[in-house]
């Protein structure tokens, strides 16, 4: 399966964001290395890679909730609400990974690509172009 690549309309202009979601990107990319290389110790390495990934979608939600709260975003409660269902979806993914581990299908990588690159293009990019708007955008960039 190809690779996620990062493309410019992922970027939100803030620095620090962009490269927690390239770490993101990153992550599931090496998801979709193990699956075509690591066919012998697929389930244990991909089921310590969703760990990682939690970790680090939680440490990134934590930031940019941060961020936002900050800088008095008037949507941030539901960025917020969207960023706790996406873990949760996250959090089932794994689940289902745990219990189905021989069907964990490229469709299910296919899922996670999606499940992230919707959240920054639809959402991230929104508190983005607020910030622009408002020519906040210098002091953070
Ligand atoms: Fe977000
Ligand atoms: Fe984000």
Same mark, same amino acid.
């Given at each position: 399966?190809?690779?996620?690549?990062?493309?410019?309309?992922?970027?939100?202009?803030?620095?620090?964001?962009?490269? +927690? @979601?390239? %770490? !993101?990107?990153?992550?599931?990319?090496?998801?979709?290395?193990?699956?075509?290389?690591? /066919?012998?110790?697929? $389930?244990?390495?991909?089921?310590?890679?969703?760990?990682?990934?939690?970790?680090?979608?939680?440490?990134?939600?934590?930031?940019?909730?941060?961020?936002?709260?900050?800088?008095?975003?008037?949507?941030?409660?539901?960025?917020?609400? +969207? @960023?706790? %269902? !996406?873990?949760?979806?996250?959090?089932?993914?794994?689940?289902?990974?745990?219990?189905? /581990?021989?069907?964990? $299908?490229?469709?299910?990588?296919?899922?996670?690509?999606?499940?992230?690159?919707?959240?920054?293009?639809?959402?991230?990019?929104?508190?983005?172009?607020?910030?622009?708007?408002?020519?906040?955008?210098?002091?953070?960039?």
């Amino acid at each position: 399966m190809s690779t996620l690549e990062w493309i410019e309309d992922y970027n939100v202009g803030i620095p620090a964001i962009d490269n +927690e @979601h390239r %770490l !993101l990107v990153s992550l599931i990319n090496d998801i979709n290395r193990t699956i075509d290389t690591h /066919k012998e110790f697929q $389930t244990q390495i991909i089921g310590d890679s969703l760990k990682t990934l939690e970790q680090c979608v939680r440490n990134h939600f934590a930031s940019e909730e941060r961020f936002l709260l900050f800088n008095n975003y008037p949507e941030y409660d539901t960025h917020k609400t +969207e @960023h706790t %269902l !996406l873990l949760e979806q996250l959090e089932h993914f794994e689940k289902k990974f745990l219990a189905e /581990k021989p069907d964990f $299908t490229e469709n299910m990588l296919l899922y996670l690509k999606d499940w992230l690159v919707r959240h920054i293009i639809l959402h991230d990019c929104k508190f983005s172009s607020y910030f622009r708007d408002e020519e906040l955008i210098d002091h953070f960039g």
